[in-house]
């Protein structure tokens, strides 16, 4: 992601910026609401208006989009938001991985920024006692938090 000012941002065409936003959350209404804020007198609203509680529909698709902790993304973003998992962590994530999409059907998702191997593996051993819906509603949180972290790397002040 090529880093852009807010007030190219604010000015930008929508059609330009949608690639953008698509690599931060693959979720067109996530998308839409961002653009539709439009202008963002700094960068604390752009970021505020990120935030959307996203609907299970969005969040299985837009897991999709995400490498398992642990494992080689195909992207950068990923790989650097992983970077506290090395790969001894990684042999373990293999593990927990399997453990947790048996249960709920899908991967774990978590804002891996500034976290360790040994405290995601913690948050996702403990994320295994929840029931399936409060368990999506979680990853969904999850992807919005993410979705943030790339959006502020992306636009500058």
Known sequence: ????????????????????????????????QVLAGRPYRDRAALLAAADLVLRPEEIHAAMAEHPRIGEKPAGGASR??????????????????AEYEDRFGHVYLVCASGRSGEELLEILRKRLGNDPETELAIAGEELVKIARLRLEKAVAE
């Open 1 to 32: 992601m090529s880093e852009l000012r807010l007030t190219e941002f604010n000015s930008a065409d929508p059609e330009r910026l949608r690639p953008l936003l698509t690599g931060c959350l693959a979720v067109p209404r996530w998308v839409e």
């Open 80 to 97: 650097a938001e992983q970077s506290g998992v090395d790969d001894e962590a990684a042999r373990r994530f293999r593990a927990a991985n």
